[in-house]
């Protein structure tokens, strides 16, 4: 059984960064990603990584969020810089394409002005 966990989150001011954490277990290496859940809203994509390392980042967030993975921890980043208000929401990593049963607590994030 596939288990992602989350870390990372916190409280930040306007303008500040961020590095959320994931480590999956149970699973092989997988194309894995990151998606978000803001108050209110859909849950959305953020990230994603494939299995050979691309990348890919919603068009609104390129430029401020990278996604990396620790191949020997298997573990998947997310590098989140120059953090706005609208960007606290909690966070999930996923596989890519997401499975429902995949889903965790997520790990909250909060940016203050």
């Known amino acids: 059984q596939v288990q992602l966990v989350e870390s990372g989150g916190g409280l930040v001011h306007t303008g500040e960064s961020m590095r959320l954490h994931c480590a999956a277990s149970g699973t092989n290496i997988r194309a894995m990603a990151w998606y978000r859940q803001a108050p209110g809203k859909q849950r959305e994509f953020v990230a994603r990584?494939?299995?050979?390392?691309?990348?890919s980042v919603a068009n609104d967030l390129r430029g401020r969020f990278t996604i990396a993975r620790d191949y020997d921890k298997n573990t998947v980043h997310l590098q989140m810089n120059n953090l706005k208000a609208e960007d606290t929401a909690v966070y999930y990593c996923?596989?890519?394409?997401?499975?429902?049963?995949?889903w965790g607590q997520g790990t909250q994030v909060t940016v203050s002005s």
């Open positions: 996923n596989t890519d394409p997401p499975q429902t049963n995949n």
């Open positions: 990584i494939s299995i050979t390392g691309v990348t």
